[in-house]
């Protein structure tokens, strides 16, 4: 049945994951409990990282540092002190769920070996939970830097409904390609080490920490026309800082790109599931 679920995709699939999602929601929660199990403070950790992690970047880089971004402070003149900060966080924040999502994707066939062998389960069940750990984890963190929105007044209203699409859009370009590298991570195993390096520099190659408007034209055009994490995390700035709307007709080429890799990584996985055990 494990695999027999994959290779039916989608109807069968879906139905699988929803017959094994107290297998998929069990996983997500023994894994949020076993970041706190032997710690004083619980699950109290889960809030005090990212409290710590917005008042670095609001308080301390727009207030202490008075960090400024270039073209933001006369949009938002209202809020200025916080601009640079909110647009720090708002990249990061989105990065971070990226990154993390695709990290853990490109692993956790080699990780979850020993399950794999033991257990009967559609083994779609794992990318679902990969996503689903990082989605809590980036509502924990989202949550508390929303409220930080809201208590310092710099909420954008109605328009924050349309980081809903970007969230969905990016999580399916992360997981596309996570699921990808981690069905050809089994076999050859120079691929996990690779996107780890490959996703260092992808940061460094993203508008997160500076402002596009800082390089070069010929660069800037490099980095926004075929960077999908540009766009997207673009997107999350222009939101949170601008409080407009995304470029959606911007956005399509990056949806494109997601369902491409969706597909590319479940053509991979229902032609390499039933080898996999073999190779683990």
């Known amino acids: ?34 970041k706190t199990s032997n710690a004083v403070l619980g699950a109290s950790w889960s809030l005090l990282s990212p409290l710590a992690m917005v008042v670095v970047y609001t308080v301390i880089f727009a207030q202490v540092m008075h960090a400024r971004l ?19 966080c708002a990249g990061i924040l989105g990065w971070n769920l990226f990154a993390a999502i695709v ?15 033991k257990i009967s389960f559609p083994r779609i069940c794992l990318p679902a939970i990969v996503v689903l750990s990082a989605l809590l984890d980036f509502g924990i963190m989202f949550g508390l830097f929303t409220l930080f929105l809201l208590g310092s007044g710099n909420f954008p209203g109605w328009v924050f409904a349309a980081l809903a699409p970007v969230l969905l859009l990016q999580t399916l370009l992360a997981i596309g390609l996570g699921t990808a590298a981690g069905v050809l ?11 780890s390096i490959a996703m260092q520099f992808w940061f460094w190659l993203t508008p997160i920490v500076y402002p596009a408007a800082i390089l070069p034209e010929g660069v800037r055009s490099l980095l926004l026309d075929w960077n999908p994490m540009a766009r997207l995390v673009g997107a999350w700035q222009g ?3 601008a409080h407009t709307a995304p470029d959606w007709a911007g ?11 969706c ?5 991979l996985f229902r032609r390499r599931a039933g080898e996999m055990a073999d190779e683990l």
């Open 1 to 34: 049945m494990n695999n027999d679920l994959s290779r039916a995709f989608p109807a069968a699939t879906l139905r699988g994951l929803w017959t094994y999602r107290g297998f998929v929601l069990g996983s997500v929660r023994r894994e949020f409990e076993s």
């Open 70 to 88: 270039p073209g933001v402070d006369a949009a938002t003149a209202e809020n200025a002190p916080y601009a640079y900060g909110i647009w720090l």
């Open 103 to 117: 990290a853990r994707a490109q692993g956790m066939f080699i990780e979850q070996a020993g399950l794999i062998k």
């Open 185 to 195: 991570n089994v076999f050859f195993r120079d691929v996990g080490p690779f996107v």
């Open 239 to 241: 939101v949170l800082v």
């Open 251 to 261: 956005l399509a080429p990056v949806a494109l790109l997601a369902v491409l890799l």
């Open 263 to 267: 597909g590319l990584a479940l053509h």
